[in-house]
């Protein structure tokens, strides 16, 4: 008989999703039409900043014209009271704000006011780095507008690996428990993860709760659909009483130890 701490350890069966953490959406702040694709086909590899496609849209062109007009304006107010001055450099600001808005940089936004020349597209740059991993066919010359979906980049640099645990298993697999993963793909080798969080409820068919465990996947070779075995470490009872198994007379309806009185 000894104290020790009792450990459980609990298998189960998971599949690699994108974590949904690291997916951002390509979207558009305004209406118009689109035009030089630059990026084609789900897989490709993008970087922050890199321009997806060109976008022409008559609003920006507008108020491109907009903003040199204010700035001639304001040239023409030199020497006016100090109350149109400010009227006229605000008519720029307002300008401005509004290219911001639509997603003009300020590079973009000096550099048109030095040529004094209107950019008939604007660039659609890449929110982040990763895959593309979903693309609007036949996306050149498409017309689109505010908050249509384009495209989806995922950063795949950590996935998920969602798994299935009964209910019984659920009280010893909490948020930051580690987990040992392998997949049959890379055999003799294992990966290691973390418990992200379990879902809050549970599903009606399978009397199931999901789990979700980070999975880095540094070198890329992961990918999202990949099955794989877990296995969960965790303790059952904590400096619990015990006895070997062996020692327990099992009856059916209870569980007996006979102690020694000698």
Known sequence: ???????????????????????????TKTSGWVESVAVHHVGESVRRGQVLFELYAPELVQTQEELLAALAFVDEMEGAPESARRGAEALVESARQRLATWDFD????????????????????????????EHTPGLEGMSVRPGLE?????????????????????AS??????????FPYFPGESFEGVVRYLE????????????????PNRDGRLRRGM????????????????????AVLRTGRRDLVVVALG
């Open 150 to 170: 384009l495209a989806q980049i995922a950063d795949l640099s950590t996935l998920w690996l969602t798994v299935d645990l009964f209910e019984d298993q659920v």
């Open 200 to 215: 809050p409820s549970v599903a009606a068919t399978t009397r199931t709760v999901r789990a979700h465990v980070d999975v």
């Open 173 to 182: 697999v909490g948020e930051g428990a580690r987990a040992t993963i392998d």
């Open 106 to 133: 300020p590079r973009q936004i000096a550099a048109l006011e030095d040529r004094q020349e209107v950019f008939r597209t604007l660039p659609v740059r890449s929110p982040a780095s990763g895959v593309l991993v």
């Open 1 to 27: 008989v000894e104290r020790l701490d009792l450990d459980r350890s609990i298998r189960a069966v998971g599949s690699l999703v994108y974590d949904p953490q690291r997916v951002v959406t390509v979207t």
């Open 227 to 246: 099955f794989a075995t877990v296995l969960f470490e965790s303790v059952a009872a904590p400096d619990a009483l015990a006895v070997p198994s062996q």
